[in-house]
């Protein structure tokens, strides 16, 4: 399963239910350009068990503003519409699995 992009309008509905991550970042980021083939690695791993979207902080202020997200890229877990947890810089694909197994 791909990572879908969400949006400051799209982003309540896209994770109001089961497991998310939400990439936050932007396209000068390089950390984020680190962070991205990571995620996209893990969606085709854990894709059937959690949903996978980026959201670009340049395009979508309100929603990276509303979650206090002050530096990228930001990992956002929700479950069930809840923040559960944030992880925040770059991360390996096992430390990632180790985090959404605490809320799958």
């Known amino acids: 399963m791909a990572v879908a992009v969400t949006t400051d309008k799209t982003f309540e509905q896209d994770t109001a239910s089961g497991v998310n991550l939400v990439d936050f970042w932007a396209t000068w980021c390089g950390p984020c350009r680190m962070q991205s083939p990571v995620v996209e690695n893990l969606s085709e791993t854990m894709g059937d068990q959690v949903g996978f979207y980026k959201l670009d902080v340049d395009q979508n202020p309100d929603t990276a503003k509303k979650f206090q997200i002050m530096?990228?890229?930001?990992?956002?877990?929700?479950?069930?519409?809840?923040?559960?947890?944030?992880?925040?810089?770059?991360?390996?694909?096992?430390?990632?699995?180790q985090v959404l197994q605490q809320y799958l």
Request: proline content about 4%; charged content about 30%.
């Open 71 to 97: 530096s990228i890229p930001t990992l956002l877990i929700k479950k069930d519409g809840e923040v559960v947890d944030k992880v925040i810089g770059y991360h390996s694909k096992e430390q990632l699995q």
